[in-house]
């Protein structure tokens, strides 16, 4: 038997609404992610201008997607709500930091 499972993929964050027909827009930043199992993800490579909008995007992929669990591994930096780092290890359990993570979305809900 043989299953084939998609383990990764790219996000885009982009200013504004863009048109989808539209050839290259513009993003603002970027990463990729790629999929441990059906609810932890790894985000490898982010760069770019990681704004507020941005991270509110970013969280609304994670609730949406039923995520329980995002890591990382970084140079610099952890990311917001972390809920566990070492070194350059970091953790996100999306069910622990949910009361600050539902505050954030309140003020930054993503524009459609």
Known sequence: MLRYEPVSGILR???RA????ED???YEASCTVVWESTKVIWLKGLS???TRSSLAEL???VLDNGIQKVKTQRNSGI???ATHADGTYC????QEALPKI???LTRYEPKN
């Open 18 to 21: 863009t048109d989808p027909t």
């Open 13 to 15: 964050f982009y200013p």
């Open 102 to 104: 539902k505050a954030f």
């Open 79 to 81: 990311l917001p709500f």
């Open 59 to 61: 969280l609304k992929f």
């Open 91 to 94: 953790e996100v359990d999306i």
């Open 48 to 50: 770019g201008k990681f």
């Open 24 to 26: 290259s827009p513009e």
